[in-house]
Each structure stands twice: as structure tokens, then as C-alpha cells.
């Protein structure tokens, strides 16, 4: 008889938000490497999180939430604890700083603060309105900001805040990302600054073509239906220009073929003048503009195109200190994403770059692996080639500044952040999150064609003890790995379902994380090919475990994995006999239009990739039980994905169970219903599969 390892796991699980809280992330390094600013909250479980200074090999509180007065004498922390509320997560949630790292600028209840790096307490600049996004200008004088939708400067010193543009509508704002920007291309912001603070680079965004969709919350039938703007696969995208604006009221367009390009991808300012890319609306062509800041002119630097979509890598485009320009591109001949500097390839074939990290003079930080579950940190510089910085097993990131670099890295050991000086001893920041008390130890396989996969067995099960029923686990879309050498919370969770008695499968099919051709292998098709690898998965595992039982399959996910799930038992009945599927897009036309139709193409040339890729239709061929599950306040999947596939299998007569969540987002951030949501998974799935629980003392 076995003690059970974790009857505390799904409580700690949601307290800890997924043992994230207390880590120290969000670092900055000051270009001298002298200092170094990071988040952190104040325990494992305090969701409140805090700004820090590491400095001198010691760490200081700069910010506390809590000590901080509002505007009308009201406590920040009165704010906050409505904040979490809401969220669940409170406090000082993002930062930005001045060029030297001297001065943090961040927005605590719609107030702006300030706090400089010298001790001193923060303080507050007054504003015209809510704060959003604040930014200071690189010689810290003065703090950019987004209230109403016009974006404002404020003087650091005090003096007149100053409106610099302002919306000309109600559906346009200036300094913010449009929806596709923010939540598809990796760009969250809408301004940027000149180098010496004498002008800003300002996104107009104007959604008054953008579909309205209201969103009602069920459990509350007095509340007006909040309004959004949701740019739905084959509808009109925001309609997205670019100025550069002076402080005097100079404003100035930067000009392009925004018909041709109507996605602004990216875009900054360096030493060299604004740089943006811009990419067409079927993404096969992304090309790389250099702006005169006085006329608004633009020249293409480069062209990239591909057969099915141009791929945006966090970090570039970006050039050096002498002006080499810096992209990632597919080269197509290797099968490789391959760093190029002024269009020569600087990394080897094999060596996938997933992001550039950041650029100081000539030498290149930035995270690649020749393993696509792995990824490492790497620097180029061109007479020193490129180096391996990090060691180890496991996603590792970094930021860096003069001789100092912080490296994060997930593990199998867990997640740590190390401060490397050089001439210096290696400083860990000090972690105030929760150990899990389960390990994840996962068997690693490697299944055929190139699916990779992790096994969970329950610790006390030996191989010939008995039958298993299965349970897979899978993300299985665009863009992401669970198979991976980290503790990452998804680990765990598999490990706790293993613990219950199942054998757990996470297998990474093709479109995950890989090589180009591997990404792109779900063109035209999201459904079917994500449900042929796992099951492909399921079958090489059985293969080589013969105590994992066929006739007792599930499958759980959320998200693309929730999609992945409904589409098992709807498609592959004989292979899988029930599934619990959370926020699942089932209808692909109701998903935004630049994340589908990278994959899809638009609804109107390519109805049939849709058709393919969506679960509503096939209601009538439901055989086995299937719990969906969706928060009722989501504006990413919106609710109506659930709700169309239960009203279509009601009317074929298919049983199933729904699971509303009210005032839940895509992710459930409310503490006692993430816990309990797992034990009433569990008991689905222990009910549908025959499954009896461990026989614990």
C-alpha cells in the first residue's frame, strides 16, 4: 500500500497560481550591468507582486504595493486587493525604465508611478486619466502614457502633462496594440521613443470596420453586455498607420502600402532611425522598412517570403551599432531557422533561433536549440562566432546589460534566475515559491516520424502489476512543447493524474514547436493531422508499455488542446472513449484572422481548410462522453464555441455535459474553482473509464 504524494496538489496548484508565485522574472539590465530591476511577489502564495533591485550582489525592495497612498488619499493596496479580485494577480505587474535604468515608470490602479533606482520612495505623477502602458523617454525626464485613447507625456520634475494626439473617434485609439497585435504577433505595445527623446514613434489604430460582438455575462442579467471589437477569421482587420509625433505637436506619417501590408508586425526606434516590419494579410510576404523620421518615407531593407507564412520572431527586426541588419528567416534549403546579419546566415544549419534577446554594439543575445524541446541562450558577435551561454537541459531566456547577464531557466529541477557578472561570483535572485511535493520524472519517448512524447506511470505501478487506463494530455497546436526537459505546472498536473491511478501521454505532434517544415505541416488541416499524431503517439507508446490499457483511453486539454480533445472522440471514436475539453475552439471562423489564417488561409478562397479544422458538423457522430468546459466572460475562444457544439449535439440526441464557468476568462483565475475543476475532471474520468481510485492508507 502506497501514501498518496499529493492529496493537496489541485489546492496548492491554484494557490500558487501554478507554483508561479515568489519567482523573480521580468528582469532589466542597466547597460553599465550595474543594476538590475526584476518583479517578484512577496510569497509563493501572495499574488501582489513587488519591484526589486539587485545591486552590489544584495536586493532592495524599490516598490510595495501596500505603502504607496493614491490619489485622494485612498491606500494603493485598497485598489489592489480589487485588482486581485478580478484577476488574481495584483500589484506591480509590468515596468518599463529610461535608457540607463535609473528610473521605472509603472501604473498601479490606473495611477502613474515613478520610482528611481537611488533608494528613494516612488512617487506619483499626475495624470489626465487612468494611466495606461507609461514608458519614460531614455533620458528619464519625462513619462509617455494612454489614457482615453490619446497618448500623453508628463515631466518627471513636475510640470503640465501634455496631450500630444488625441483619438479623432471612439473607435480609435493612439499608443495601444490593436487585438491580432497583442495577442498573435508578440507586439504588446503602441509607442515607442526616439533615443534622445525628442520624438515617438505612435501606432493609430482605428477598429470602426471591426465586428462588434457582445459579451454578456449569464450569471448576472443586470449588467450592460460589455463590447468588443473581434477581428473573426475573414473579417476586416483594424485599420493600423503609424507617426511619428514631436512633444511641439508635429506629427508626422510614416508611408507604406497599407493595402498590400496591413499588418504593422513590428516596429521601434534605434540609433538608426524607426524600424518596422510590415507583413500582408496572407503573411506569405513580411518585408523589413527603415523610416526617415522627418517625412515619413520608407525603404525596404528586406523581403521575405515563404510558400505558407512568414513567421514573426520575437526581437527582430534589429540592427547592431554599425547598422547591420539583423532578421531570422526560414532557409528552406537546410530546413533551418537561421540568424542573418545584412542577409549572410551567422548561425549554423540545424541551430533553430526562436527569438533575438537583445543587441549591444556587434554582439547578438539570443535563444536557439538544435533539439525543438530544448532552448538555450546564445551570443554572436563576428569575430567570436556564436557561443552557447547556458548549460543544462531545459528553456533557458536571459536579458543582459554591460558584463551582466540574468539567465532564467525552467529545469527538470524547477525554475531558478541567476545573476553572471563577469568577474563576479554566479548570485541566484532569491525565489519565494512553493515546491510542489510532486516530481515530475516523466519516461521520455521518442515516437515515429518525429513525435516526441513524455509517459507518466503512477509511482507505486510496476510493469506486469495490472492494465492502466490512459489518460492523454496534450497541447498538441502552434507554438508550443509540453514534451520538454522542464517542471513546468503542466508537468505536474499529469504527474497528479498519474498519481490517481492513470497512465498519462503527453505526445508533441507536428505544428508544435520545430523546424520550418515541421510548423507547417497543419496547413489547411488543424484537426485532422493534430488527432492522427496522438493517436500515432498513443499506439508507439502501447507499444513499448504494454500495461497501458486500448480500451480505456481518454483525453483532456484546454484551448487548442480543449479543440484537440473534442476532436479525438468525435473523429476517432474506436481509439477514444471520453474527453474532457476546456475552451475549445470549435468553430475556426470564429477565431481571429491573423492566427487562422496563417494556417487556413481566408474562409472566403479556402472554405474547405475551415471545414476541416472546425468541430461543429460533426455533432451527429458523438459515441462517447464528452465534458466541455468554458468560462462565460472569455474574449479570446468566446463562450458561443461551446454553445454552438452543445445545441448541435443536443439536436442530434448526443449526450454530453457542459461546465459553464461565470466571470471566468480563457484561463480560470478564480482559486477555488481552478482547484475543484480538477477533482470533478478526475471523477469524470474515473466514471466513464471504470477507473477505481488507488487503494491509499
Known amino acids: 500500500m502506497n501514501a498518496n504524494p499529493a492529496p493537496e496538489f489541485p489546492r496548492r496548484l491554484a494557490r500558487t497560481r501554478k507554483f508561479t508565485l515568489g519567482l523573480p522574472h521580468a528582469a532589466t539590465v542597466s547597460p553599465d550591468g550595474e543594476r538590475v530591476l526584476f518583479l517578484r511577489t512577496g510569497s509563493g502564495t501572495d499574488p501582489v507582486a513587488r519591484l526589486w533591485l539587485y545591486e552590489d550582489g544584495a536586493e532592495q525592495e524599490l516598490v510595495d504595493p501596500a505603502g504607496l497612498v493614491a490619489g485622494g488619499a485612498e491606500p494603493v493596496a485598497e485598489r489592489v486587493r480589487r485588482e486581485r479580485s478580478r484577476t488574481r494577480t495584483a500589484g506591480v505587474t509590468s515596468y518599463a525604465t529610461d535608457a540607463a535604468v535609473r528610473l521605472a515608470a509603472f501604473a498601479l490602479g490606473g495611477e502613474l508611478w515613478a520610482v528611481r533606482t537611488d533608494g528613494s520612495a516612488p512617487f506619483r505623477l499626475p495624470t489626465a486619466g487612468p494611466a495606461v502602458d507609461p514608458r519614460p523617454s531614455p533620458d528619464g525626464r519625462h513619462v509617455a502614457y494612454v489614457t482615453g485613447g490619446a497618448l500623453h507625456t508628463v515631466p518627471v520634475a513636475g510640470g503640465d502633462d501634455r496631450r500630444l494626439v488625441a483619438p479623432e473617434g471612439p ?58 471589437r473581434y477581428p473573426a477569421a475573414g473579417t476586416a482587420n483594424a485599420d493600423v498607420s503609424l507617426y511619428v509625433v514631436t512633444p511641439g505637436g508635429r506629427r508626422t506619417e510614416v508611408r507604406w502600402d497599407r493595402t498590400a501590408y496591413e499588418y504593422l508586425a513590428t516596429a521601434g526606434w534605434d ?62 534549403a537546410t530546413d533551418t531557422y537561421r540568424l542573418v546579419r545584412d542577409g549572410e546566415p551567422v548561425t549554423p544549419a540545424g541551430l533553430h533561433v526562436r527569438a533575438v534577446l537583445g543587441v549591444a554594439g556587434e554582439r547578438v543575445l539570443f535563444t ?68 510542489p511535493a510532486l516530481r515530475p520524472r516523466p519516461l521520455v519517448l521518442d515516437g515515429p516520424d518525429g513525435l516526441r512524447g513524455h509517459l507518466f506511470l503512477p509511482s507505486w505501478h510496476r510493469a506486469g502489476d495490472g492494465p492502466l487506463p490512459v489518460l492523454l494530455d496534450p497541447y498538441g497546436g502552434p507554438g508550443l512543447r509540453l514534451a520538454v526537459p522542464a517542471r513546468g505546472w503542466w508537468t505536474l498536473v499529469s504527474r497528479w493524474f498519474a498519481e490517481q491511478g492513470f497512465a498519462v501521454l503527453v505526445t508533441d505532434g507536428r505544428a508544435t514547436t520545430g523546424p520550418p517544415s515541421w510548423e507547417r505541416s497543419n496547413s489547411g488541416d488543424k484537426r485532422d493531422t493534430a488527432v492522427a499524431d496522438q493517436v500515432r503517439g498513443l499506439h508507439a507508446a502501447a507499444a513499448g508499455h504494454p500495461d497501458l490499457d486500448l480500451g480505456r483511453v481518454a483525453i483532456r486539454g ?46 472566403a478562397e479556402h472554405p474547405e481548410h475551415y471545414d476541416r479544422s472546425s468541430l461543429v458538423g460533426l455533432g451527429h457522430r458523438l459515441r462517447r462522453p464528452l465534458l466541455l468546459v468554458h468560462g462565460l466572460a ?19 440526441g448526443r449526450p454530453h455535459s457542459v461546465l459553464p464557468v461565470p466571470g471566468a ?3 480560470i483565475s478564480d482559486d477555488a474553482i481552478a482547484e475543484n475543476l480538477l477533482w470533478f475532471e478526475l471523477a469524470f474520468l474515473r466514471r466513464e473509464l471504470n477507473a477505481e481510485p488507488p487503494a491509499y492508507v
Do not use: I, K
Open 271 to 332: 540609433a538608426h532611425g524607426p524600424l518596422l516590419g510590415v507583413q500582408s494579410r496572407d503573411q506569405r510576404t513580411l518585408l523589413t522598412l527603415a523610416a526617415d523620421p522627418d517625412t515619413g518615407a520608407t525603404r525596404v531593407l528586406a523581403e521575405a517570403r515563404d510558400a505558407h507564412w512568414t513567421r514573426l520572431v520575437p526581437g527582430t527586426p534589429a540592427r547592431t551599432a554599425s547598422g547591420a541588419l539583423l532578421r531570422v528567416t526560414n532557409d528552406t
Open 634 to 652: 472569455d474574449d479570446n475562444v468566446v463562450a458561443a464555441h461551446t454553445l454552438r457544439l452543445s445545441a448541435e449535439l443536443l439536436a442530434a
Open 665 to 667: 476568462s480563457h484561463m
Open 368 to 435: 536557439a536549440a538544435a533539439d525543438p524541446a530544448e532552448r538555450h541562450v546564445w551570443s554572436y558577435e563576428p569575430e567570436a562566432g556564436c557561443v552557447r551561454l547556458s548549460d543544462g537541459p531545459g528553456h533557458h531566456t536571459a536579458t543582459a546589460g554591460g558584463g551582466t547577464t540574468v539567465l532564467e531557466s525552467a529545469t527538470p529541477d524547477g525554475t531558478a534566475a541567476r545573476v553572471l557578472t563577469a568577474g563576479r561570483p554566479l548570485r541566484p535572485l532569491v525565489s519565494l515559491a512553493e515546491e
Open 171 to 228: 473607435d480609435v485609439t493612439y499608443g495601444l496594440p490593436e487585438h491580432v497585435a497583442a495577442e498573435s504577433m508578440h507586439r504588446g505595445r503602441g509607442h515607442w521613443w526616439a533615443p534622445d527623446g525628442g520624438a515617438l514613434l505612435v501606432a493609430r489604430v482605428d477598429e470602426s470596420g471591426v465586428h462588434r460582438w457582445h459579451l454578456a455575462d449569464p450569471a448576472d442579467p443586470s449588467a450592460e453586455p460589455r463590447t468588443v
Open 558 to 603: 484546454w484551448s487548442f488542446g480543449g479543440f484537440l480533445a473534442a476532436a479525438a472522440v468525435l473523429t476517432r471514436p474506436d481509439v477514444f472513449h471520453a474527453a474532457v475539453a476546456g475552451a475549445p475552439v470549435t468553430d475556426a471562423r470564429l477565431y481571429d484572422t491573423h492566427y487562422q489564417e496563417r494556417f487556413l488561409g481566408h474562409p
